[in-house]
């Protein structure tokens, strides 16, 4: 492997690594670490604002973790054409601001929430919006059943049969907050990438 090649890999998984040693490392410290981190109302009313960010750090058991790690790993690899360094960072953090703020403004009943997730719904959508010059009908399938997933969470259909599995309550309005905010900055970064006409 080259030394292009190399410094191309270590471009595109800086992001995602950082994230993940976090993740484990607040895991590895719980229940101690996720008691001081996770995004907690109360606590942050009264001006631990930095539960906003490593609330989504902070996991419910194993499994959960598991599950957001490999989420967030496949997304990356699958879209890594799009989603590559300072990009993915970008979009990542946008996704999970997008989905503290939604949770704050517009779930108050929302007490205390931890997981990646919301913000694993932003990358997703982001990604398939900035790929959509690449793969159109694709992404657009994409999207559609990403959309389609949360409106069906958002139903009465929706079953939480996930909760036994993950150790807890799947907080469904993070993956429509997470995924409102990927669609905001992934517009964004596909018009502001916008080719130019040739003169």
């Not at 309005?173 to 596909?190: D, N, P, T």
């Amino acid at each position: 492997m080259n030394k292009e090649r190399i410094t191309s890999v270590v471009n595109n998984i800086y992001a995602p690594l950082i994230i993940s040693i976090l993740s484990l490392v607040i895991y590895i410290f719980d229940p101690a670490a996720t008691q001081w981190l996770r995004y907690q109302r109360l606590s942050i009313e009264g001006g631990e604002y930095w539960r906003l960010l490593t609330g989504h750090l902070c996991h419910l058991g194993e499994l959960h973790l598991l599950f957001n790690l490999l989420g967030m790993w496949l997304v990356t690899l699958l879209l890594h054409q799009v989603l590559r360094g300072h990009t993915w960072l970008l979009v990542f953090t946008f996704s999970l601001v997008g989905t503290s703020m939604g949770l704050w403004f517009f779930s108050p009943q929302v007490i205390a929430y931890v997981g990646l997730s919301g913000a694993l719904h932003g990358l997703v959508v982001a990604g398939g919006i900035l790929d959509l010059r690449n793969l159109f009908f694709n992404n657009v399938i994409l999207l559609l059943g990403v959309f389609g997933k949360i409106i069906w969470e958002q139903s009465s259909y929706y079953s939480q049969s996930m909760s036994e599995l993950i150790g807890g309550h799947v907080l469904v309005e993070s993956h429509l907050y997470g995924a409102l905010a990927g669609a905001l900055i992934g517009v964004v970064l596909l018009l502001k990438n916008k080719p130019q006409p040739a003169n």
